[in-house]
């Protein structure tokens, strides 16, 4: 959609990979020291709680248990029985070398050895007789999560003489989603005791790559996929508008390497419990009443159903808002009713001959040409009432882009594009980080100004990140954290724990990664999101010092020094595509961090009299001043732009320091 402004084996080996490197990440957080203490059980005494490390996505329920730890360290048992999620087993196997320890996995557990421990993981059924063993199955939280899809439980205790934990999926997806919270609850080689009972409140959750400009490359469409499972995420939607076979050559099959391509994608989406959704947006030239158009739209979907792809969506957005070829018009005739008409009775074709004719296919989506705004319109309600009603409604809320998004509005949504009685699945594609419309910035403000209670009247929600996929992961994990438990979602402490993980345990490289997304706070100028709001505070507190006469804090030089070592720093980040995708915007923060850092020498001679010395930091200012605005950062189809921080901060203050001490 456009935001823009008008005018086994190796196959086994690959998967295990993949969930390492999102292991990596969930690992830098632990270490990273970002803990604190859960709820505890309130009739425990104060001496015997346990502090537990922060979870994300928050949990439903999480308490801190008696007990001993479970340690991984040693020689640990992994107790899978036939049938239990490779992937899943894969993880608990890696997590527990990791952890210094030697795991050995077995499918029930028989006279352990002395000194050992043990992880049971499986489905609830399958572990059913652990958690009897530990008196949690009559937990009513323990029967909430194992009643939902996706839910599960992690328990703790002794029921073979040996440290134990359990971890209890309603289904596959919730024992790999156990897998990912067991991650953030090691430290320093053990577990301790914990009851977690979780599930998610969304049922979609997840990432499409649905901007303008520079695709994606293949391995960051894999890491993404990896971050997004490792954060519980379910969904990712493959959906470039400049990949021309998606769109312009929408017709055209893919070539074998081209397929070998989609199929890795496809393949480890699957290791990380993602669906891999196809979105084919036939819209600039389809003719809706044309046989052969069906015909050339079920092969396309075929070839990738072929490949294991069970999810769908047919984009309509981005194109004429008019009935176009002759055909079209003789059969549904003129005006965006009749435009809605069509574009059912094509939907409706596709879903009767391939999305209904296919075992295991989910239901069939799709983007309105008209896919904002709750109000009703004679296109809303032509599709409402043609429509088939088990098709699902993409939809961005109130605006294109939208800086808020409350469930009252995506309830009346569901009722425009449904029919009376029958309101329609809404899934939200949020324009939130996407940057196509404004590529000299980066958004790397917390997700705001969504209602916690959203989930009760949508599907589900996708992010549309950025052009830079590394520097849209704090908004991956933003949006994680909210679509599966809104009501406990905090922007502030989701983003800190974001970047924490991100940037791995360096407390040096901490700090930097923290400055650099402070200059990159501003969205839009929405309220929530002030622009660089620390710089300003020291900035703002160095002139109040300046101006009465009193000696600055430092705070501002020790930034600008920080500024100046982005470049160095940033790299040595756990996930270095974070740096690389930024590269001119680090470097122009650095260039800004020089000249601060002159200026401010600057100021201290001219203060003192030293002519010569402000002078010359004069100069320099004004050469940081011309290297931090020059066109460095390439785009597709805009060429060359200068990469913008904040909201002119930083030169504001550069220039308000020039005009201080005149050029002699």
């Known amino acids: 959609m456009n935001t823009a402004p008008v005018g086994s084996g190796a196959k086994r080996r690959r998967s295990v990979l993949l969930l390492v490197a999102a292991g990596v990440l969930a690992t830098a957080l632990i270490v990273a020291g970002w803990f604190a203490v859960s709820s505890d059980r309130p009739d425990e005494p104060e001496g015997n709680r346990t502090a537990l490390p922060k979870i994300f996505p928050v949990p439903q329920h999480v308490r801190a248990g008696t007990g001993d730890s479970v340690s991984f360290s040693g020689h640990v048992y992994v107790v899978a029985t036939a049938g239990t999620d490779q992937a899943s087993t ?61 839910g599960y439980a992690i328990a703790t205790g002794r029921p073979d003489g040996i440290p134990t934990a359990v971890l209890a999926g309603r289904d596959n997806d919730g024992v790999f989603h156990a897998v990912q919270t067991l991650r953030q609850l090691i430290k320093d080689g053990s577990m301790a005791p914990v009851l977690v009972s979780d599930w998610p409140l969304m049922e979609t959750r997840g990432v499409i790559e649905g901007f303008y400009g520079t695709p994606w490359s293949h391995q960051a469409r894999l890491d993404v996929i990896g971050f997004a499972g490792s954060q519980k995420m379910n969904t990712y939607i493959y959906s470039p508008k400049d990949d021309p076979l998606l769109r312009d050559k929408w017709r055209e099959l893919y070539s074998n390497e081209e397929l070998n391509e989609l199929r890795e994608l496809i393949d480890t989406a699957a290791a990380n419990h993602i669906r891999f959704t196809y979105a084919l947006s036939p819209g600039i030239d389809v003719c809706y009443s044309r046989d052969a158009d069906l015909d050339d739209a079920v092969a396309k979907l075929e070839s990738l159903y072929s490949l294991g792809v069970r999810s769908f969506v047919i984009p309509l957005d981005d194109i004429a808002t008019k009935v176009q070829c002759a055909e079209d018009l003789r059969e549904f005739g003129s005006g965006q009713a009749n435009l809605a008409k069509a574009q059912a009775s094509f939907l409706n074709d596709v879903n009767e001959k391939f999305i209904a004719a296919k075992d295991g296919v989910l239901p069939l989506e799709t983007v309105p040409t008209f896919y904002n705004g709750s109000a009703g319109s004679p296109y809303k309600r032509e599709l ?82 950025m052009i830079q996929p590394y520097l849209s992961l704090p908004a991956v994990f933003n949006y994680a954290d909210l679509s599966w438990n809104g009501p406990a979602y905090d922007p502030t402490s989701s983003m800190n724990a974001a970047l924490s993980l991100l940037a791995g345990p360096d407390p040096e490289v901490q700090a930097a990664v923290r400055a650099f997304a402070d200059l990159n706070q501003d969205w839009q100028d929405d309220e929530l999101t002030p622009s660089a709001p620390e710089l300003q505070r020291d900035i703002d507190q160095f002139w109040s010092d300046y101006d009465a006469g009193r000696s600055p804090s430092g705070a501002l030089r020790d930034r600008a020094g920080l500024l100046q070592r982005l470049p160095q720093l940033l790299p040595r980040m756990a996930v270095p595509g974070f740096a690389q995708d930024g590269a001119t915007w680090v470097s122009a923060a650095a260039e800004y961090g020089r000249g601060v850092e002159e200026a401010l020498t600057m100021l201290e001679a001219a203060k003192r009299g030293d002519t010569q010395a402000s002078a010359a930091a004069r100069v320099n200012v004004q050469r940081a001043l011309k290297a931090a605005g020059a066109k460095t950062q390439p785009t597709l189809e805009l060429g060359v732009v200068t990469p913008v921080l904040g909201n002119g901060e930083l030169a504001a203050f550069l220039e308000r320091a020039l005009q201080q001490v005149p050029a002699g």
């Open 90 to 150: 894969a993880a608990v196997q890696d997590l527990v070398t990791g952890a210094g320890g030697t795991a050995e996995v077995v499918t029930a557990l028989a006279n352990p050895r002395e000194g050992s421990s043990a992880i049971h993981l499986g489905t609830d059924t399958a572990v059913s007789p652990v958690l009897k063993e530990l008196q949690v199955d009559g937990d009513s939280t323990v029967r909430d999560a194992l009643g939902h899809a996706e």
């Open 384 to 465: 409402g009432r043609a429509l088939n009603p088990g098709i699902v409604v993409q939809w961005t809320g109130e605006d294109v882009v939208s800086h808020r998004m409350t469930r009252e509005s995506a309830e009346t949504a569901g009722q425009t594009y449904g029919s009376p009685g029958d309101p329609r699945s809404i899934v939200i594609w949020d324009n939130y980080p996407v940057n196509d419309f404004s590529q000299d910035h980066l958004f790397l403000a917390p997700v705001i100004g969504r209602d916690a209670d959203l989930h009760r009247s949508i599907e589900g929600i996708v992010t549309n990140p």
